[in-house]
């Protein structure tokens, strides 16, 4: 292993750490403010990530950041900010308490807003 390749996947476990610091940092600050039988605080997680991911393919294919940072930030940091595992878990959750209608909102809105945050993230990327 080179000493570049070394160093990113330092790099990487560490922007993944933040970013999941930054997930649960986010999730509890939005839990203690909301009280909803809907998981906001995921929710809002996936949605901005996704955002955000979209952002910084953008700019990479802009040649604003590098691939190397590109990775950086979308593998390691909202990699570890984002997080698949917990809404599936969530929406099975409610789906198994009796909520199903509740549940497949989740997931659909989940995946429809994740979609069209990504396509804003790509779009607003461009246009910088």
């Known amino acids: 292993m080179s000493v570049s390749t070394f160093f990113l996947i330092i790099e990487m476990g560490l922007s993944g750490a933040i970013g999941a610091v930054a997930r649960y940092s ?10 909803s039988q809907f998981p906001l605080g995921t929710f ?3 949605i901005t990530g996704a955002f955000c991911i979209g952002l910084v393919f953008a700019l990479t294919a802009k040649k ?8 950086i930030l979308a593998t390691g940091f909202l990699g570890g900010y984002t997080t698949f595992s ?4 969530e929406g099975t959750q409610m789906a198994r308490g009796g909520s ?14 994740g979609l069209s945050a990504g396509i804003l ?6 246009m910088l």
């Not at 917990?86 to 878990?89: A, D, H, L, N």
């Not at 199903?100 to 807003?113: E, V």
């Open 64 to 71: 604003l950041i590098s691939p190397t940072l590109q990775s």
């Open 86 to 89: 917990t809404m599936s878990w």
């Open 100 to 113: 199903n209608t509740r549940s497949l909102l989740y997931f659909g809105s989940t995946f429809l807003f």
């Open 121 to 126: 993230g790509l779009v607003i990327g461009y």
């Open 26 to 35: 986010a999730g509890r600050f939005i839990a203690e403010r909301v009280n």
């Open 44 to 46: 809002l997680i996936n």
